[in-house]
């Protein structure tokens, strides 16, 4: 076990978890507050069977305020026998949790906070009672520990940035040692607590690679110089050529002579395009940045999207949206196969649009733009005081208490942004905000999916200027993908769309929206994607990982 444990490579913790602390066993309401709960809150203390062994005796008298409840009551429930150890010793199940949290960098998780070799140190050394009891409680601290932050992460997203609204389904401690216990095939249960989507495994196995990567002495950097172009000579092609290659860039290997043209540019247009940049060939300012970003910082941008991965869940529907906003591209999934891909435009970094799920309830043709009530104080109100025609060429309407006035009849410089009583009015057309089509999951946070007039924005590389709201490049052709089981005809919603009616149209099948932030992925045909924090989610989660450890429960 010793030898599996030093093989395993637990002296190395986790590039980013260096600084994540051990905080002891997770304090929720516990054995010894039961006597106080049953006074406040008249529920009667659990009934469990008395001790049987020594050692029962021990676990039983070592239960604190610093042991979570369930824990507690599962020990109480077996009469405080102990679940990692019988009278031959260790069980199998015990050796092969203490191997996993002695691996669990694989996972981007630090196995020092796990503590795997302590907790070995503890059986070899422990002869009396007291000491198995405090190893029994202490292993399954930490498996439980363990088991929450590798299936459902380590920090909670939502408590870290409030634009995060997921809410990962915690394992039950109960469930987690009734499986210690009981589980036919441990050995499964265990590689199972892992999510089980391939979009995990394959940014797991790319992260081991990486890794290698780094131990080989990284990536070669390419020098400062001028801007360089297609048809250039340029002293620097050897080094870049070489940065190229090591990450596995296609095509980079083929280049000969000292021109920069042909199969180079080519593999410069995919490392640009595998970094959400203008594939160009063009090796300017931000190529050159990216092509001289270090492989440690690629390793934890790996590392934080793998947290990121523990977050969502395994199965995102059958039929669904997913919108990667750091990406800025919108894909359909349907039956496990991406069926339609588009080009987004998302909020600005102070207009943030925030992450979440949803379902897709109707899709808006032609329709109505109703001010926000922040675009409609902060924006429209100076103009309208300056003059109360100024929204007249835009077709916006104002309304008050469900009629319409006129806005020149108004006393603008009456009111501000705190005594606002008007609703502010875009009817349908080109030049509506919201373009010819919106499509619907009605949410608290006023996000949707649009068209726009403004089709210039979707040519540029990075696309964060919107409100919050996610403008589509092509939203008809979208249309025909999500409401093909609401009407199957070609150009049936542009010819909607061209009558100029108003119209509401359901998708007639459950369809998912899920909005996300992920800056690192590998896709199925083995390219590795990075992109730029748009809205600095990286270093928010880098630093909460950094801080301490948190409890999960």
Known sequence: MNARLRRSGIGTALVIAGAVGFVGPLALPTAKVWAQSAETQQVAPPVFRDPETPIALAIQAAMSADIHEEIALHYGDRAFAPVWFDENGLT????????????????????????????????????????????????????????????????QPNRINKALNLFPNRPKPEMLLEAATDAVDYSTFLEGLAPRSDNYARLKRRLAQYREKAADGGFTPVPDGEV?????????????????????????????????EGALVEAVKVFQEYHGLETDGVIGKNTLARL??????????????????????????????????????????????????????????????????????????NPFWNVP?????????????QNPSALSSQKIRVFREGSEVAATQVAWNSYSRKNFPFRLRQDPGDGNALGRIKFMFPNEFNIYIH???????FSRAERAYSHGCIRASDPFALADVLLQHADPTPGVWE???????????????PIEVHLTYLTAWMNKDGSTHFRKDIYERDDVLLKALRRAMTENL
């Not at 020092?112 to 399954?140: H, I, K, R, V």
């Not at 800025?328 to 588009?342: A, F, M, P, R």
Request: no cysteine; charged share 25%.
């Open 92 to 155: 199998e199940n015990a050796h092969l949790t203490i191997a996993a949290m002695a691996e669990a960098n694989d996972h981007a998780l630090n196995p020092n906070n796990y503590g795997p070799l302590e907790l070995l140190q503890q059986s070899e050394t422990a002869q009396t009672p007291e000491d198995w009891a405090q190893f029994d409680l202490e292993l399954s601290v930490q498996y439980i520990r363990y088991a929450t932050h590798l299936s459902s992460g380590r920090v």
């Open 228 to 260: 360089l172009k297609p048809g250039m000579s340029d002293d620097r092609l050897q080094a870049l050529q070489q940065r190229l290659m090591e990450e596995d860039i296609p095509g980079a290997a083929d280049h000969r002579g000292d021109v920069y």
């Open 292 to 365: 001289n970003t270090s492989i440690h910082d690629k390793l934890i941008q790996m590392e934080l999207n793998m947290e990121r991965r523990r977050w969502m869940r395994d199965d995102l529907g059958q039929f669904y949206v997913f919108v990667n906003l750091a990406d800025q591209n919108l894909k359909v999934v349907k039956d496990g196969k991406t069926i339609h891909t588009t080009r987004v435009v998302v909020g600005k970094p102070y207009h943030a649009t925030p992450v979440f799920s949803d379902e897709l309830e109707y899709v808006e043709i």
């Open 373 to 385: 009530y922040s675009i409609a104080t902060k924006e429209y109100l100076p103009k309208l005081q």
């Open 451 to 457: 068209d726009t007039p403004s089709k210039s924005l």
């Open 495 to 509: 010819r909607l769309r061209d009558a100029g009616d108003r119209k509401v149209v359901k998708p007639g099948v």
